[in-house]
């Protein structure tokens, strides 16, 4: 899919089959979301959905205005890398071998990453960070033998918004 | 004291003061079915689910108010789904309500299950699936606000049986979660509007495209003012005809692939377009790089993803339409455009000389007849195809309401069962419902429920044994390699109608005033059949892909 990345950050509400709409809105048109994360607010009425897309930015701006047409959705922002703060988590599942053992020690000196599990033969790495982080871990630990990975997907949060 | 959730239901409905439902009752609806046999509410038993749909687009189409659907669950819930998408395309208030299987069997494919609210999500404006009985009350009155409201459209109610069997008091009843919606600012609309306004008055050679959303605005008479005041030409789209007087002096027709060669040809030589309630679907521009390429464009749009979607627009302004107009009216200048009107009035003498019968031949000519043997404020149904483009040129609509048309989504067999619902939305009026043999067929199970209840509405049914629109193109486009067009003539409409207990006459196109008037005369249902040939086509019309101006007049063009 070519264009930038967009963040998309959506106010819901709580409620079951908001999250197949806003889905929809996607689907519909052929556009892939990448990632998607989705949770409660402080206000258990209304969740936050951030998603990330890959497309030009007057796909984008179509997009938000059919979001806002959704009678669930509340409020969608775009967000830039250089207005906002972006974070993703990443679980690394490795197996382990004598030699990969060294190197993912150095791999947690390195980056920070934290050993949340191990066992004989296989280890599961945590790691949090922006978005180049998360790849960067990625890209060293990958000729070690990494099993399979689960990411959360961006969540951002506007430097000026929560604050009107 | 209890009352369980059909009672709440049917008492919310009359709340909303729905007076017709159309439906079709199953094992799931039966304790609304039990709730409705004591009235107010007049449920009309349609012969199928998607003639109900149809009926209620029908009645909200002729009376601007909600109509009210019915069906069980599953197939019930299923047949309703081309009625709710032809509505979702026209903006057309509805509400449709179906049975669901009890909330412990959801997910479990249940008898008669299906997940409605799933399969309708793009189809709909919004749906309810009632899982609680505290909740059946305020759910229906949001849908039935969401179905008018703004750009109005289809809303689903998802009905569970046991919820219509439990019961609450009056206190026990809960609100909705209030959607928080963040109202975005629309800018400063009176400064949007100065420059609109600005734009106009300059303009040498401007144009009014009215779009269905005038008339869904309660906007007609403003824009009638405007129109006078600004002494501007108008064109309409499909959805837009009716909004002003057909005889209005400025009324230029409509455009598009089937539209008049008139309309077409002044919109390309426009210099400035105030476009109101329109969408620009591609059935009204064609091609959209060659679509009016001398204007700057102005649009007008209480939906914000209408705006600038097809046609680039260099003054948008999202708004209530009627406040727009309100507001627009009072900046508006008269200008004495002589020139621009002189060129509009010779291209109309040119363009009426070439297309006599607004290029519909005998069939326009008919339709004609028949209006004027009709009363004046008679309402006309179109199906889709020959007789759909043969119609809405031919028939003069004198107000909003006077013609419907599924223009949107072009659902062949849409023009019977709406013709019902019209009917049930006035009954004083007289309705007239155009198919051809094709749509006429496929909710021909009507004729029963028309029978039944003595529903004098006047069936038209040209009869060509073709798909006639499909068979112009096929011959047009595709070297005349005809492809399953062929209805075939064995069929004997007459025998059908009198089968189904409704009086019927067959005539031939050339030869059609004892029919006429045998129709008009009835004070009964009548069908009256029409023989056409099938090469009796409808010019002009723009070959698929092109553009608006590039129309072909005839066969050997």
Known sequence: MSGEEHIISILVSNRPGVLSRVAGVFGR?????????????????????????????????????????????????????????QRE????????????????????????????????????????????????????????????IARTGAIALGQKSAFH | MKKNGAEILLQTLRDQEVDVIFGYPGANTLSIYDGLRQGPIRHYLMRHEQAAAHAADGYARATGKVGVCLATSGPGATNLVTGIATAYMDSSP?????????????????????????????????????????????SLHEAFK??????????????????????????????????????????????????????????????????GGVKLSNACAEMGDLIEKGQIPFVNTMMGIGSIHDGNGFNLGFIGTHGFELSNRIVHQSDFILAVGTRFSDRSTSDVDEFAPLATVAQIDIDPTSIGKNIKTALPLVSDIHKAL??????VEGKDRAEWLQRIRREKEQTEQRNCYNGCGEPG?????????????????????????????????????????????????????????????????????FSGDGGFLMNVQELATISYYNIPIKMVVFNNGHLGMIRQIQDLFFENRLSSCDLGSHIDMIAIAKGFGIEAKRVAVTHPNEGIEQMAASNGPFLLEVLVDPENYVFPIIPPGRSNMEMIFGRSD
């Open chain 1, 29 to 85: 048109q052929g556009y892939n979301i990448e990632s998607l994360c989705v949770a409660e607010t402080l206000d258990p009425e209304v969740s936050r959905i951030t998603l990330v897309s890959h497309a030009n930015s007057a796909f984008t701006e179509k997009i938000k205005k059919q979001l806002e047409k959704l009678v669930d959705v509340i409020e969608v922002t775009q967000l830039t890398e250089a207005q906002s703060i």
């Open chain 1, 89 to 148: 988590m990443i679980l690394i599942g490795l197996t382990l071998s004598p030699d990969v053992r060294h190197e993912i020690m150095r791999a947690i000196d390195l980056f920070g990453c934290k050993l949340v599990f191990i066992q004989s033969n296989h280890c599961i790495l945590e790691a949090a960070g922006d978005k180049d982080t998360i790849n960067t871990i990625l890209n060293y630990l990958k000729p070690f033998g990494i099993a399979e």
């Open chain 2, 94 to 138: 509805v509400v449709a309500l179906t049975g669901q299987v009890p909330t412990n069997f959801l997910g479990s494919d249940a008898f008669q299950e299906t997940d409605i609210i799933g399969i309708t999500l793009p189809i709909t404006k919004h749906s309810f699936l009632i899982n609680d009985v505290r909740e059946m009350k305020s």
């Open chain 2, 146 to 211: 969401l179905a008018r409201c703004s750009r109005p459209g289809p809303v689903l109610v998802d009905l569970p049986r046991d919820i219509l069997t439990a019961t609450c008091s009056d206190d026990e009843e809960r609100g909705l979660l209030k959607t928080k919606k963040v109202q975005n600012g629309n800018g400063n609309p009176s400064e949007q509007l100065q420059k609109i306004a600005r734009a106009l008055n300059q303009a040498e050679r401007p144009v009014i495209i009215i779009g």
């Open chain 2, 326 to 331: 309100t507001q627009l009216l009072p900046l």
């Open chain 2, 365 to 433: 000519r008919l339709i004609s007849t028949i209006q004027d043997a009709m009363p004046t404020s008679t309402t006309a149904v179109t199906d889709v195809g020959l007789n759909q483009i043969w119609a809405v040129r031919s028939w003069k609509a004198r107000t909003p309401r006077a013609l419907l048309t599924s223009g949107g989504m072009g659902t062949m067999g849409f023009s019977v069962p709406a013709a019902i619902g019209a009917k049930m939305g006035n009954p004083e009026s007289e309705v007239v419902s």
